[in-house]
């Protein structure tokens, strides 16, 4: 419990304690895009992001935190539908995308392939968004 509630201060203050915010918000709102086309995410939908979280972020448990705890924030925010639905969600990750182009490095599809699971109408929502990545990547990088 202690510990939880360090990490909520500090999810806080996250622009000013974690080293390169930006981009781990940017990954957070990609796999809230993956878990919240979810009809009801579960907490094994967090634990393989942390899992997740191991590869890309390999000696830095802070950061790995971080990211599942605003990656849980954003999903939360998309269910609730408080200003953020999964089409805002989409959008913002978008603007990302165009504003900084390096993010698109930031998006391996292998990750997100395996959060492809649930039902058939879940499986569909989540097949879309992950289209909706590929299809934003592909852009990007032509752009490029």
Do not use: W
Request: hydrophobic share 40%; proline share 1%; net charge positive.
């Amino acid at each position: 419990m202690p510990f939880n509630f360090k990490l909520t201060c500090l999810s806080i203050f996250r622009e000013l304690l974690v080293y390169h915010h930006k981009s781990l918000e940017f990954r957070a709102k990609v796999f809230a895009a993956m878990i919240g086309a979810k009809l009801d995410p579960r907490e094994e939908d967090f634990e393989l992001l942390y899992e997740i979280a191991g590869s890309i972020y390999e000696n830095d448990e802070t950061r790995k935190k971080f990211l599942v705890k605003a990656t849980k924030e954003y999903v939360a925010k998309v269910k609730k539908k408080d200003h953020l639905t999964l089409d805002a969600l989409l959008l913002s990750i978008d603007k990302d995308l165009k504003a900084h182009k390096r993010y698109a490095s930031k998006i391996d599809f292998s990750h997100l392939r395996r959060f492809l699971t649930g039902c058939e109408d879940e499986i569909l929502v989540q097949q879309r968004v992950y289209e909706f990545l590929i299809t934003e990547v592909k852009t990007i990088l032509g752009e490029s």
